[in-house]
């Protein structure tokens, strides 16, 4: 366990290196699956695959019987934003998948998705897909030390609103992550920036835009989980889990541990 600071939990430098082991699971999970989904796949296949990654890395599940959740990752298609069940769909050409993942390794999570495009799909969905992506990065890269949770939140709107008009979830939020999944504090998508914990070496986060084509508004389906976009709009998902060390800033679920990216934007990169 880690020491909580109002609710906050900061890891030490060897815990966040337990993270970043989980992290590399996650990410390379998630890799596993961007090469192995494809029109007739079935997400109940590639959740098989998710636990055989993770299984076999010596890494547990993070995602099973969470809440009561009966798989291992999280496929949500097209209309579906995120927290879709693995089942009998079959993935079609011209489908948006995105894949929720998580892992545990010694005790420490980590959490990450991606959205895939399966064959061609319409030029707005695909931009989706790159604004959702990008909105992440910049929200990562707009944490500095000594700033405030919702530097990440204000970084995220900004960006997606100088794109165009796009729906923001409301209703899910990134989160704290470390000896849990979900932990204080909450991470929106959206808002004024300032506010919430301070950032701090060994807090960790997880960074997770969720934007629709359409509106935000979303519901849960009758199985319970999967949130669906009202107006039947399609939706994209990137999640990274990331923190800040003294020498920058570090995407533990990345597999460059998010160098690419941060240099990109500006902003030191903090990984060993
Ligand atoms: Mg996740
Ligand atoms: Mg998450």
Known sequence: MGLFDRGVEIKTPEQIAGMRKAGLVVGRTLELLRASVRAGTSTAEL?????????SSGAVPSFQGYHGFPATICTSVNDEVVHGIPGDRVIAEGDVVSIDCGAIVDGWHG???ITVAIGDVPDEVAELMRVTEEAMWRGIAAARLGGRVTDISHAVETFVRSRGRYGILEDYTGHGIGSQMHQPPNVPN?????????LVEGLAL???????????????LEDDWTVVTDDGSWAAHFEHTFTITPRGTWALTALDGGEAA???????????
């Open 262 to 272: 941060l240099t990109a934007l500006g902003v030191p990169y903090g990984g060993d």
């Open 111 to 113: 959490d990450a998705a």
């Open 47 to 55: 959740d098989a695959i998710a636990e055989d990654s993770i299984r």
């Open 190 to 198: 959206y808002g004024r920036p300032g506010k919430g914990p301070r």
């Open 206 to 220: 997880a960074v997770e835009p969720m934007l629709t084509l359409g509106a935000k508004d979303v519901s849960v």
